[in-house]
């Protein structure tokens, strides 16, 4: 396949800075091995490069002093990441080391790469499409294995079939629809109507069904939002250490010291959270904690799930109440806190429970009951599934936007056919939607699309 990027060749550090065992150097474009020839010094049993195979040797700085014991392998086009000739130069993992090599690849003529320049090369010459390469970012930044897990699928190429045949699909309609244009003597019948529609409403089923998974897979991707809520002194920040196994939350016994609100991101079990603390909602007329109580409805409104921290030892408070009652008991998990401080189920408790509502004991001073709210949120949040069972093909907010205007065209599409708008109309709909999902792989793309997506990566990737 012709190869679109140009013929500069391209270096960078591949692995994070900072001290490791092995460090990266990588390299692609037409020079490649030439360049790092130049540097490499062979190891006794070395008989010339080849491909796929790693060769010992030793690399030498730009002042041609020798700097590093190393490994390098040869990719030579097109089976390697870039479909370029790559050279890979495994060096020992300090910054000093990995610098000093790429400063003689530069020397040697090598072009210092963009960020994400790898994967957009990989891109452009046709080894991936646009879900793959952002699956790649995806999987880099993914904040837990199942996230990773998730991002696996579409790094193989799965969401870009399926986004590919349903264009496939409507391509072809629009076939059928320019026929009956070209002929419409002879074929004005090949494509009733009704048919139309019909493939035009499971085309939008299709895209409903990557829609719902981005919808599922968000809280993977960005964490879920879960926020604590209850009265002063409650126990919220102490449960929150406890939950984040460590003292962050500043806690005291003296009420509302909570004023604002405190983040921390947490993993529970594979599922990421933002876990929040609030400020109790104590009736106030101080101002500044008048804002603090604002921020903490707002969060709770636009939250996943609230832990409404309950003090065993009194009835719910008014603010409680609240919650309760604005609340619904989907989005709800009472924590019923300083259980030690009680013996047996006081009547409340056992009142709500008598509602159906997810309760779970805890004292979060002595650490109890952590793993049956860890459990209560997991499911409150993930409804009990794995997330890789359900949606695995998830779109990014690039990719749903763009599903959601050729759904968009869809849905007009169908709307003219039902009032007989004539063929060639119809058509251009059908363009429309295709175009949509064509920005989605990438085989129509602008420059603006690139470089907006190519410059969330590393350099080096
Ligand atoms: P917040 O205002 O809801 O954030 O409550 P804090 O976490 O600041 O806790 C208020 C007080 O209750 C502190 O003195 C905590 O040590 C105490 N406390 C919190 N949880 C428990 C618990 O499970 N058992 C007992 N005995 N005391 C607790
Ligand atoms: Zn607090």
């Known amino acids: 396949?012709?190869?679109?990027?140009?013929?500069?060749?391209?270096?960078?550090?591949?692995?994070?800075?900072?001290?490791?065992?092995?460090?990266?150097?990588?390299?692609?474009?037409?020079?490649?091995?030439?360049?790092?020839?130049?540097?490499?010094?062979?190891?006794?049993?070395?008989?010339?490069?080849?491909?796929?195979?790693?060769?010992?040797?030793?690399?030498?700085?730009?002042?041609?002093?020798?700097?590093?014991?190393?490994?390098?392998?040869?990719?030579?086009?097109?089976?390697?990441?870039?479909?370029?000739?790559?050279?890979?130069?495994?060096?020992?993992?300090?910054?000093?080391?990995?610098?000093?090599?790429?400063?003689?690849?530069?020397?040697?003529?090598?072009?210092?790469?963009?960020?994400?320049?790898?994967t957009k090369r990989a891109f452009l010459n046709n080894r991936m499409d646009l879900t793959q390469a952002e699956a790649a970012l995806e999987m880099i930044n993914a904040p837990t294995q199942d996230g990773a897990l998730l991002a696996r699928d579409k790094l193989q190429g799965h969401l870009k079939e399926r986004v590919d045949s349903l264009r496939d699909s409507l391509e072809k309609l629009k076939q059928e629809l320019c026929l009956a244009v070209d002929f419409p003597e002879e074929d004005l019948e090949c494509l009733p109507l009704a048919d139309l529609a019909q493939r035009t409403n499971s085309a939008v089923r299709e895209i409903d069904q990557l829609l719902k998974a981005f919808e599922q897979n968000r809280v993977f991707r960005e964490g879920a939002l879960v926020v604590l809520a209850g009265r002063v002194n409650a126990g919220k920040s102490s449960l929150m250490n406890a939950l984040l196994g460590r003292e962050r939350a500043i806690v005291t016994s003296i009420p509302g010291t909570t004023r604002d609100y405190l983040e921390e991101a947490i993993n529970l079990?594979?599922?990421?959270?933002?876990?929040?603390?609030?400020?109790?909602?104590?009736?106030?007329?101080?101002?500044?904690?008048?804002?603090?109580?604002?921020?903490?409805?707002?969060?709770?409104?636009?939250?996943?799930?609230?832990?409404?921290?309950?003090?065993?030892?009194?009835?719910?408070?008014?603010?409680?109440?609240?919650?309760?009652?604005?609340?619904?008991?989907?989005?709800?998990?009472?924590?019923?806190?300083?259980?030690?401080?009680?013996?047996?189920?006081?009547?409340?408790?056992?009142?709500?429970?008598?509602?159906?509502?997810?309760?779970?004991?805890?004292?979060?001073?002595?650490g109890h009951g952590l793993e049956n709210l860890t459990r209560a949120i997991r499911s409150r949040i993930l409804g009990e599934k794995r997330p890789q069972a359900t949606s695995s093909l998830a779109p990014n907010l690039r990719q749903k936007t763009a599903l959601d205007k050729a759904r968009q065209e869809l849905l007009l599409l169908a709307d003219e056919a039902r009032q007989e708008m004539p063929y060639d109309v119809l058509g251009v709909r059908l363009d429309y939607a295709c175009t949509f999902l064509d920005e989605i792989t990438g085989r129509?793309?602008?420059?603006?699309?690139?470089?907006?997506?190519?410059?969330?990566?590393c350099i080096g990737k």
């Open 1 to 118: 396949e012709a190869h679109r990027t140009s013929g500069s060749t391209i270096a960078a550090i591949a692995t994070p800075m900072g001290q490791g065992g092995v460090g990266i150097v990588r390299l692609s474009g037409p020079q490649s091995l030439d360049i790092a020839e130049k540097l490499f010094v062979p190891g006794p049993r070395f008989k010339g490069f080849k491909a796929y195979k790693l060769h010992y040797g030793w690399i030498k700085n730009r002042n041609q002093q020798i700097l590093d014991e190393v490994l390098l392998a040869y990719m030579p086009a097109p089976y390697s990441y870039t479909r370029e000739d790559v050279v890979e130069i495994n060096c020992h993992g300090g910054p000093a080391v990995l610098e000093g090599v790429l400063e003689a690849l530069y020397h040697l003529g090598a072009e210092p790469a963009a960020p994400g320049e790898f």
């Open 269 to 366: 079990d594979g599922l990421p959270v933002r876990l929040v603390d609030t400020a109790g909602r104590r009736p106030t007329r101080d101002k500044i904690e008048m804002m603090g109580l604002e921020t903490g409805r707002q969060l709770i409104s636009r939250s996943d799930l609230c832990i409404l921290v309950l003090d065993a030892g009194q009835e719910p408070a008014p603010e409680d109440l609240d919650i309760l009652e604005e609340i619904s008991p989907g989005k709800l998990v009472l924590a019923v806190n300083k259980q030690d401080l009680v013996s047996g189920t006081p009547g409340w408790v056992q009142d709500l429970k008598d509602k159906g509502l997810d309760l779970v004991h805890t004292s979060a001073t002595l």
């Open 444 to 457: 129509i793309v602008t420059d603006d699309i690139l470089n907006s997506i190519f410059e969330n990566f």
